[in-house]
């Protein structure tokens, strides 16, 4: 098992930017395929990026794409989320999730951080 903690969410201004952090103990975050997913009042969860074991293979969400970066630190065993242009849609809990390569469905999830941008 893996044991993922997220950090970095906050209030800010809409235009401003936030990373967030996700921290893995329990294994070594290199076994994993992992990404960040996000669900705002009223709404379901949703993916925003995914990025493969060694950073090569990235994904984003359509909402997400010339504004965030996913990014991962195998050796630091965390994950990151660098946000920039923040609008007010953006306002959700943030969750990292990580799953083993072939599997369909992300197993392990941290607790999550709330991000929330003012306009």
């Known amino acids: 098992q893996v044991q993922l903690v997220e950090s970095g969410g906050g209030l800010v201004q809409a235009g401003d930017s936030l990373r967030l952090s996700c921290a893995a103990s329990?294994?070594?975050?290199?076994?994993?395929?992992m990404g960040w997913f996000r669900q705002a009042p009223g709404k379901e969860r949703e993916i925003v990026a995914t990025?493969?074991?060694?950073?090569?293979?990235?994904y984003y969400a359509d909402s997400a794409k010339g504004r965030f970066t996913i990014s991962r630190d195998n050796a630091k065993n965390t994950l990151y989320l660098q946000m920039n242009s923040l609008k007010p849609e953006d306002t959700a809990v943030y969750y990292c999730?990580?799953?083993?390569?072939?599997?369909?469905?992300?197993?392990?999830w941290g607790q999550g951080t709330q991000v929330t941008v003012s306009s």
């Open positions: 999730a990580a799953r083993y390569a072939g599997a369909s469905n992300y197993d392990f």
């Open positions: 990025v493969g074991f060694i950073g090569g293979t990235t």
């Open positions: 329990g294994r070594t975050l290199g076994r994993f395929v």
